[in-house]
């Protein structure tokens, strides 16, 4: 079930209504419930295989507190449990398609003939959001591990690994944090339901109004093949690529937050104006905020951080954003991707040492216009990068940036479809006036009446969220784009 | 304790009076829902139009034609490819023309169903508009003007009937008729589901006479949903709103449909649509990688199989019953083209996709040649060409339209120049 589904804008009300109305007590079971309902909605079986895991790792994480000295074994035992769910209904394919590969190119050296074609693809479909439970219930083990206390109930630990509002895309949650919110759910907090409203609309919006749009003019960009991409046409692409992922994704976020936060609960903010960052270690500060500190966390630091030799700390780095890449997708053109942010992160850290030791660069760093160059720079690379991340394989992203920065084609068939993208501006148009007033100061009485919630009417403030959905629907094409994150 | 005592009187004392100032009066409550209701409606109706949206619905009730559409609409549609196209004071998708036929000027208009009228691509990109300047640019001297009187969802004698009520009344040179493989089965006599449905039938009656039904329509006109079509006709002419409300509820329509069959649990990715997903994108890389030579067995729009070419040859020899009353009409055609002193072409198109109805094109040629209408099937020539190249899922891509006029071109022109005299 899509957030931005019809079926989802029916699921959510009924179980908005089912959770206020019910005794206090019943109000976990019933979310747990609506969870597994929510996730079952698309292949039932995998609902199982996520009530499995998760009995597994609530008793794991048992097991680590009750039997300390035991704690590393089981500890690794659940690694290696989680892992390797994760590996077999993701990368399985891969690692057969990628061993069939390299059989085809060192077949002809070698003495004994061995046919790639023996090995065969096999049938597996992914579950979806797997990626993402593994990642927390490898936080869960780990940080049990390290010492907190693991979660009595496991009501409230299922809850914690399947709550709908998070469940298919994040953000991966923090069971600490989680935990904490537990007791919200005793209190109906109007205000809080508010911004869970206009959470909800305004990635309703920046879904199905920004980023479906986008894409019909990426993939246009992207599915017409190198000889019919001109230099404008790729350039368009790429960055209708870069702005629809992050209203696809941020999209999705704000309405799994909005969600959260009508039913009492606060989930962690993913995104902080990524494009704005200006440096790479800045935009992985801004971006997938909940997967880069995962990464630090359970990764980075693991290995040994930043806190070592150079060398080894370049080493560390790169290490995780090659794996961070093929979390992304079971695909080469993916660990392409984590590989170039691999580098680029340890292309600035090495600059970041070399600037501190050379005052006129800070200063020309702290200067405005250094600061707006920086942000130039870290988005035309960041941009560049997405082409990675979008093309089917490595080949298809090397003729993209080829069209991009060699080739120089006046081919303009994406740029043509522009004159059709009536809907696409007139919704850069409405977010842009909206982030506008949304990042006015808040103590400006004079604009006060903008904001929602503040001194409109329950009547006024329902007649503009109802607008607010139309213009979404209006807007939206008449063929919705899946999650572009659903299929990690 | 005292002091205790005048401080807690004295906060509940401002909070009950802040209450009291934060509960707005129930006017105000109304006066301020009305303003920002008013301000929600004008911002989206502006943005409506700047952006192009909630222009699909542009067919209204039409006491003759069954329905027709709206004179001076703007329509947008995104069904399929984006099509844009401003209809004319009379409700044609084409600039403003005279009635009176302009001098040295040649006029050929051109009847047919949603083929004709495409409004899957921009009008600079359909046939008649091609086929248009093609002509202009072979006869130097002479002016053409090749009018669209296609409307989607019309039958042969909506068809009729739309030439001799307004099609006529320019002047016309030549009549060009474009059937395919619905002009047929669009004649036989359903209950009416919508306004697309709500049209006059056809019979023949004693001495190939042909008659007129109306009973559909009329009975459509009398039930809610043709009541309501009559009261929201200012609401649907004018509002973009309600464009959008009435495709949102199409869709939460097709939700409901899908929900019914078991198929539209959300997104569902259940085995079984996969498995059918798959067949029919296996079935569309066969037919288009080996240039469409061989038939489409399936033809899909999105995840709903709408037909296939053997439930179209199934279909092709269930609507034989109707061949009488095409022939009636066709003849009836020829008798009014004669009156009014111009030519009458026909021209087969093809089906859905791509797909054929070749025993209802025999026919069709048969009566031509019993009229002496001169008839045309280049379907054969566009079928060598792939699929996904020509059509959308149904109807023609701007490649399929330039072929289709490529094709089309000679024969016009070979009666074109003989009623010139060149």
Known sequence: MLFSSISYFIFFPIVLALYWVSPVRARRALLLVASYVFYMSWIPAYGLLIMLLTGVNYFLGWAIDSFRKQAKAILLFGLVLNLSTLCFFKYTNFLLASAADLLRSIAPWLAVSIDPSSIQQVNIILPLGISFFAFEFIHYISDVY????????????ALFAAFFPSQ?????????????????????????????????????????????????LANHGFNAGAAATGTADAWLAALAFTFQIYF????????????????????????????????????????????????????YIPLGGGKCSKLRKHYNLMVTMLLGGLWHGAAWHFVAWGGLHGGLLIVNHSYD????????????????????????????????????????????????????????????????????????????????????????????????FLRPGLTLTAPARLAIYAGVAFAAIGLAPSAPSPFIYFQF | MELKTASNTTESKDSSEALKEARPTWYFVVLQTVAVLTLVILSLECMFALAGVGEEEYLKPDPVLGFAPMPNKHVTKKEEGVGTAQYNRYGIPEPERSLVKPANTFRIAVLGDSFVEALQVERKDNFCYLLEQDLNKKYPGKHFEVMNFGVAGYNLGQMYLRLKNLAFKFQPDMVLLAVRADTTFVLR????????????????????????D?????????????????????????????????????????????????????????????????????????TTSNGAAAPRKTFMIGNTEISSQSYYDARDKGIRYFWPIVDALLVQIKKECDTNKCSFLIVQLPGAGGITNKLETESFKQTAKRIAVPFSDRTAEIAKEPVKKVFYEIHFTPYGHKLFTKELEPFVSQYVSAQLGK
């Open chain 2, 214 to 286: 109306y009973t559909v329509y009329t009975t459509w006109m009398k039930t809610s949903a043709g009541k309501r079509m009559k009261v929201t006709g200012w609401l649907r002419e004018n509002s973009r709103i309600w464009g959008v409300v009435s495709v949102a509820v199409q869709q939460a329509m097709g939700w409901y449909q899908q929900m019914l069959a078991g198929t539209g649990w959300g997104a569902a990715v259940t085995n079984k649509q996969t498995a059918f997903a798959k067949a029919a994108v296996a079935d569309r890389v066969d």
């Open chain 1, 146 to 157: 390290k010492g907190t206390k693991p979660i009595k109930s496991p009501v409230d630990f």
């Open chain 1, 248 to 299: 696809d994704f941020s999209g999705y976020t704000d309405m799994g937050r909005g969600s959260a936060l009508m039913l009492g609960y606060k989930l962690p903010d993913n995104f902080n104006f990524p494009y704005l960052a200006t440096s790479m270690s800045d935009f992985w500060k801004r971006w997938h905020i909940s997967l880069s500190t995962w990464l630090r966390d359970y990764l």
């Open chain 1, 353 to 448: 040492d070399f600037a501190k030791q050379r005052p006129l660069l800070q200063q020309i760093h702290a200067h405005p216009l250094g600061k707006l160059f920086s942000a130039l720079l870290t988005f035309i690379l960041v941009l560049v990068s997405w082409v990675f991340f979008r093309a089917e394989t490595v080949p298809h992203a090397m003729q993209m940036l080829n069209s991009m920065f060699l080739s120089l084609e006046p081919s303009s068939k994406v740029v043509s479809q522009l004159s059709t993208c009536g809907p696409l501006l007139v919704a850069i148009g409405v977010y842009s006036i909206y982030a506008a007033i949304n990042s006015l100061p808040k103590d400006m009485p004079r604009y006060g």
């Open chain 2, 189 to 212: 006599p359903t209950p009416a589901i919508g306004l697309s449905t709500a049209r006059p039938y056809f019979f023949v009656g004693g001495n190939n006479q042909l008659l007129t």
């Open chain 1, 168 to 216: 298919i895309a994040g953000p991966i949650k923090r069971y600490q944090d989680f935990m904490q919110q537990l007791p919200n759910e005793a209190r109906f907090d109007a205000s809080m339901f508010n911004q869970g409203i206009v959470l909800l609309l305004q990635g309703l919006f920046k879904k199905i109004a920004l980023s479906d749009n986008l894409a019909i």
